[in-house]
């Protein structure tokens, strides 16, 4: 039986001369809620690699709270998560968030550990442009508007 995120569980236990015992025991999960996929438009901005794989990677979260660029696991709330491309060892747990404000997609650099550049340029802050090489560490992409 499951009341919100505790679940009520009843055990037959089974001790030393043949005695039974029933007991309820509640567990607490610790399971965060599934996100709900975002729809991804024509003018979502996303990220090309620039190693194999080359995959599109949308940032469908722009428009909300953000994108959460790193390697850390979804469930831990990354929403970008970069583990498939050469260097993705620089690349920290909770590396940077790209995010919508004031009308501009802006990268912000969480702390990590090897940065966020843009054209080469360390940056903890900035405004991003259509075309301009967006890199996690040493993961590069290059920024697509829409």
Request: proline share 5%; aromatic share 8%.
């Given at each position: 039986?499951?009341?919100?995120?505790?679940?009520?569980?009843?055990?037959?236990?089974?001790?030393?001369?043949?005695?039974?015992?029933?007991?309820t025991v509640a567990i607490y999960l610790f399971s965060r809620k599934p996100q709900q996929a975002q729809a991804v438009s024509k003018n979502t901005p996303w990220l090309e690699p620039v190693t194999s794989p080359k995959r599109k990677l949308p940032l469908a979260g722009v428009n909300g709270r953000g994108d959460v660029i790193g390697r850390a696991m979804p469930a831990e709330g990354v929403t970008v998560r970069i583990t498939d491309w050469a260097g993705w060892e620089t690349v920290s747990r909770f590396h940077a968030r790209i995010y919508r404000e004031n009308g501009y997609i802006v990268v912000r650099d969480l702390d990590s550990q090897n940065g966020v550049y843009i054209n080469g340029q360390r940056t903890p802050l900035n405004a991003l442009r259509e075309g301009v090489k967006l890199a996690f560490g040493s993961v590069e992409f290059i920024y697509h508007a829409s």
């Amino acid at each position: 039986m499951t009341m919100g995120n505790i679940v009520i569980a009843s055990i037959l236990l089974l001790t030393i001369g043949s005695v039974f015992a029933l007991t309820t025991v509640a567990i607490y999960l610790f399971s965060r809620k599934p996100q709900q996929a975002q729809a991804v438009s024509k003018n979502t901005p996303w990220l090309e690699p620039v190693t194999s794989p080359k995959r599109k990677l949308p940032l469908a979260g722009v428009n909300g709270r953000g994108d959460v660029i790193g390697r850390a696991m979804p469930a831990e709330g990354v929403t970008v998560r970069i583990t498939d491309w050469a260097g993705w060892e620089t690349v920290s747990r909770f590396h940077a968030r790209i995010y919508r404000e004031n009308g501009y997609i802006v990268v912000r650099d969480l702390d990590s550990q090897n940065g966020v550049y843009i054209n080469g340029q360390r940056t903890p802050l900035n405004a991003l442009r259509e075309g301009v090489k967006l890199a996690f560490g040493s993961v590069e992409f290059i920024y697509h508007a829409s």
